[in-house]
């Protein structure tokens, strides 16, 4: 399967089923990441969105087959436009920051500099056109990475209790939570 054949594919409705078969077949014919990351910055919102979605189900089943991507991966962030797919790039910072990756994927994201990927997730946060459910991803993934900027807990504890104000009770129980262990 190549790129085309990958935006045929995705180019009506799909369902959880129809991404873990993709996925599947994806990955076992050694498609290459980076090409579906090209998909994920599709013109299209709907296909990009999909392949973000497909992106990140290949993802997180087996990071460390791709870990020699993952900084080009993260580099993209900053180029997504689609609205969907601001919600998978974030989900998959949030789970390669998270305590419980795998030790190879912390190894390698510890000798990354992310501080453009913690700018684009506050950018997010912050941004009113963004869905909530992205700025929950942002807010856990930039709860994450808070050891490792020092600068972040400040930032991030003003950001939940601003979102909190006039929140959705997804919100509000996200940045209860969160803020339960920060301050």
Do not use: C
């Not at 994806?26 to 090409?35: G, V, W």
């Not at 392949?51 to 990071?63: G, I, Y």
């Not at 939940?160 to 997804?170: E, Q």
């Amino acid at each position: 399967m190549d790129q085309a054949e990958l935006i045929k594919q995705i180019n009506a409705t799909i369902g959880k089923i129809k991404v873990l078969e993709l996925g599947k077949l994806l990955t076992d014919n050694k498609f290459n990441l980076r090409d579906l990351i090209a998909v994920t910055l599709y013109p299209d919102n709907d296909i990009a969105f999909r392949a973000t979605w497909l992106l990140e189900n290949v993802f997180l089943q087996d990071p460390e087959i791709y870990l020699p991507d993952l900084e080009y991966l993260l580099s993209k962030m900053a180029v997504v436009k689609a609205p969907g797919s601001k919600r998978h790039y974030a989900k998959i910072v949030m789970h390669i920051t998270d305590a419980g990756a795998p030790q190879i994927i912390k190894e390698k994201v510890q000798t990354l500099d992310l501080e453009h990927v913690v700018e684009q997730l506050f950018d997010w946060m912050i941004d009113p056109k963004i869905k909530i459910a992205v700025k929950a991803f942002t807010a856990e993934a930039l709860f994450n990475l808070r050891h490792r900027y020092d600068w972040i807990t400040e930032e991030l504890v003003n950001q939940l209790h601003y979102l909190m104000r006039n929140g959705t009770a997804a919100i509000q129980s996200k940045g209860k939570k969160l803020l339960k262990e920060l301050e």
